[in-house]
T-cell receptor, first 108, second 112 residues
Framework: DAKTTQPPSMDCAEGRAANLPCNHS???????VYWYRQIHSQGPQYIIH???NNETNEMASLIITEDRKSSTLILPHATLRDTAVYYC?????????FGTGTSLTVIP | NAGVMQNPRHLVRRRGQEARLRCSPM?????VYWYRQLPEEGLKFMVY????????ESGMPKERFSAEFPKEGPSILRIQQVVRGDSAAYFC??????????FGDGTRLSIL
């Protein structure tokens, strides 16, 4: 049911940038790209979202390709506390389709 | 500035009993969503409500499950005659209009 494809797992060295890719080739014109993360089975935490333009906030940057068929979440300086499952979601705001996400492990 | 509040955090029921899960949305949020998460899986959408109205219940099982969001008070997810397969984490989210959803920390339901 999920309309996105993400690698199941990734490692990143502490202090380095973590780049998490997501494919969403069937995205429609009015659908946003949202990123959430889930730590230790807590509730998903909102990170960032965007429609067409690249976005940046205090947590991360979101790079969306010009054709909008893929995006990359960038954590500029990963810390051990960023170890989590990261979900890329496309939608218009009502139903969110969560796939299995990318399990990011930040290594000391 | 409380976030989405869910209670109880953990709930244990025996087969055949009823489970009631509560969700208080963030202040100013009038949209509530319920999701279910099985171990090692992503969250699955169940239902979307606004005050006193069910907007989308396409993810709700047809029997035993119901949800409400009354004019006053929290949203309630009710599971009647629980079975072992209902054991899961149930997450509630809220939003203001079409803004991003914000999630609570869930209720872990265990069925004995």
């Amino acid at each position: 049911d999920a309309k996105t494809t993400q690698p199941p797992s990734m490692d990143c060295a502490e202090g380095r940038a973590a780049n998490l890719p997501c494919n969403h080739s069937t995205i429609s014109g009015n659908e946003y790209v949202y990123w959430y993360r889930q730590i230790h089975s807590q509730g998903p935490q909102y990170i960032i979202h965007g429609l067409k333009n690249n976005e940046t906030n205090e947590m991360a940057s979101l790079i969306i390709t010009e054709d909008r068929k893929s995006s990359t979440l960038i954590l500029p300086h990963a810390t051990l506390r960023d170890t989590a499952v990261y979900y890329c979601i496309v939608g218009g705001g009502n139903q969110f389709y969560f796939g299995t996400g990318t399990s990011l492990t930040v290594i000391p | 500035n409380a976030g989405v509040m869910q209670n109880p955090r953990h709930l244990v029921r025996r087969r055949g009993q009823e489970a009631r899960l509560r969700c208080s949305p963030m202040k100013g949020h009038s949209h509530v969503y319920w999701y279910r998460q099985l171990p090692e899986e992503g969250l699955k959408f169940m239902v979307y409500l606004q005050k006193e109205n069910i907007i989308d219940e396409s993810g709700m099982p047809k029997e035993r499950f119901s949800a409400e969001f009354p004019k006053e008070g929290p949203s309630i997810l009710r599971i009647q005659q629980v079975v072992r397969g209902d054991s899961a984490a149930y997450f509630c989210a809220s939003s203001h209009g079409d803004q991003p959803q914000h999630f609570g920390d869930g209720t872990r339901l265990s069925i004995l």
